[in-house]
């Protein structure tokens, strides 16, 4: 069993789907989580079912972010959003918004936490990526460009944090059965007018080897062992969660 007893950990996009569940997952180990997101209310509600705190922050102002002083063991990289355009039409301001918010802030943050990580000798951070860092896929490019970009700095933190006891990993998830993954296949099915299950398969399983998609609680179990002892050799690596996607 993990002991995270007397860790501060910091997630980021923490009041829904992977960031609840991670956040949750920390606590039963142990860890004191402070659950920080846009929603200061929804924050606030999952904080106190962990026993945990709330941070109500707009991370895509990155230039506030840079006066904060954080003193946590363990970061979550997880917020996130999706706009999908054709290159030739895809606004700028939602591109800066996408790649601010998703590659900007963890840097920003990941920044703020290593002073005292390197004080301690002892530090986890964790970037949750996606299929998208190590694939591409059409209309997506501010998210794919976000997302691989992610990944470049989740190998040079590792190398340049590695010698003082801190580790930065990736988890790249495909699919995850989220809320708003469960809506999108529900949508779909009521536009196309075809059933949840066919949905499913010929939409979020296109590409994988297993037929059925991650839970929220899968990827929060791989968080759980990316931040133990158990794996204080693993840095700067991507692991996989997507039922093959990567594989093909």
């Known amino acids: 069993?993990?002991?995270?007893?007397g860790k501060r950990?910091?997630?980021?996009?923490?009041?829904?789907?992977?960031?609840?569940?991670m956040g949750e997952a920390l606590a039963t180990a142990g860890a004191h989580v402070i659950v920080?997101?846009?929603?200061?209310?929804d924050a606030a509600a999952v904080a106190d079912g962990i026993g945990g705190e709330a941070w109500g922050v707009d991370l895509s102002d990155t230039t506030s972010l840079e006066t904060v002083d954080?003193?946590?063991d363990i970061l979550i990289n997880n917020a996130g959003i999706q706009r999908i355009h054709p290159i030739t039409e895809f606004p700028l301001e939602e591109w800066r918004l996408i790649t601010t918010l998703m590659l900007?802030?963890?840097?920003?943050?990941?920044?703020?936490?290593?002073?005292?990580?390197?004080?301690?000798?002892?530090g986890r951070i964790v970037?949750?990526?996606?299929?998208?860092?190590?694939?591409?896929?059409?209309?997506?490019?501010a998210y794919v460009a976000a997302k691989h970009g992610l990944m470049g700095l989740t190998k040079t933190t590792a190398l340049e944090a590695g010698p003082h006891g801190v580790t930065c990993n990736a988890i790249n998830p495909g699919y995850v059965l989220t809320p708003l993954v469960k809506g999108q296949i529900a949508e779909q099915a009521r536009t196309n007018g075809i059933s949840e299950d066919e949905v499913l398969e010929k939409v979020f399983l296109g590409h994988s080897a297993v037929p059925r998609l991650a839970e929220p609680e899968d990827i929060a179990q791989l968080a759980l062992f990316l931040v133990s002892d158990a794996a204080a050799v693993v840095n700067g690596s991507a692991h996989s969660v997507d039922g093959g996607w990567t594989a093909a």
């Open 36 to 41: 920080a997101d846009v929603n200061e209310d």
């Open 127 to 141: 970037n949750v990526s996606s299929v998208h860092g190590l694939r591409a896929s059409a209309n997506k490019s």
């Open 70 to 72: 954080l003193d946590v």
């Open 9 to 21: 950990a910091l997630v980021t996009g923490g009041a829904s789907g992977l960031g609840k569940a």
């Open 104 to 122: 900007e802030a963890p840097f920003v943050l990941t920044k703020a936490v290593l002073p005292g990580m390197y004080e301690k000798g002892w």
């Open 1 to 5: 069993m993990t002991d995270l007893t």
